[in-house]
């Protein structure tokens, strides 16, 4: 009788993870990391301008300036034991396996909790317009939703442009459902323009409007309203996606902390976890350059 032979792979198969790259499209407050709070002084109102002036001498005023404070936070991930058994009996390197993923989960989160921290509360809220389509954003949410449009785009680019919001840098956040959704929405000659802005090296899938378009698989989850969710799922939530201006939020991140200890004679193996300290806020008490997308719902 012949023996089939088998053969295990050195290489373990790992997880994909989202794309975080609009981390970077902020005011990077990185080097305060190691601080509590991170003050940031906010200019009070402008003076008034006199045309033809009659009257000296003119009144002196003086500028009341304030400040927009924000905490940062500390992040870490439970220890994990290796045996020193699975380095021997094993044909793939579990122990780098391990690393990894504990330190790209760490860092996953708090990109993910860095970007909820740029919705300010009373944020500027723009729901989207297109034809009904499934809700998406979790398996709870249920009915309809409506599409994200090029309608929609044109809304946002109004809004900053009364806002007086610089034309550089301006980014919207879309997860991958919705990002498909505003392509269908495009013209041919639209979706060839908006591909020729694309940027793979910097995470760019596209540029319309002034707005550079970052996509991941899931952005933010929103109640029906246009807020946050904070709560359990429920069956009206709805997806949501983020414009910003890179001057109206920060970012402050630190460095990885590993911690070991090795050939742990009571855990007969290696014991590591990671921290690292971080943080984010938008940085203007105006809320100008910012504004949370959701699906609005079908009537």
Known sequence: MALNTQIWINDI????????????????????VNNHTVHIPQAGSAPQVTKNRSEFPATIGTRADSELTYDLDSYDVPPLRVQHLADVELSYDKRQSMLKQSKETLMNYVHMDILKKWVPNGVTTVATTGEAAPAHVHSTATGNRKK???????????????????????TI????????????SLTD?????????ADAIKGVMGKFLGFD????????????????????????????????????????????KAYEDN?????????????????GSSIRADKKGIVLLYQGTPA
């Open 213 to 256: 378009f970052l996509m991941r698989s899931s952005v933010f989850e929103c109640a029906a309203g246009g807020s946050l969710k904070t709560g359990s799922a429920a069956a009206t939530d709805t997806a949501g996606g983020l414009a910003w201006q890179k001057g109206s939020v920060s970012r402050a991140l630190g460095e990885v």
């Open 148 to 170: 994200m449009t090029r309608a929609d785009v044109e809304k946002i680019k109004m809004i900053f442009d009364s806002q007086d919001v610089p034309a550089d840098g301006r």
């Open 189 to 197: 000659a639209e979706v060839v323009s908006f591909l020729n802005g």
């Open 263 to 279: 050939n742990n004679p009571s855990y007969y193996g290696d014991i590591f976890s990671f921290a690292v300290r971080a943080g």
């Open 173 to 184: 956040l879309l997860d991958a459902i919705m990002y498909n959704q505003l392509m269908n």
């Open 13 to 32: 198969i790992e997880g994909f993870w989202p794309d975080n790259s609009f981390i970077s499209r902020s005011v990077d407050h990185s080097s305060y």
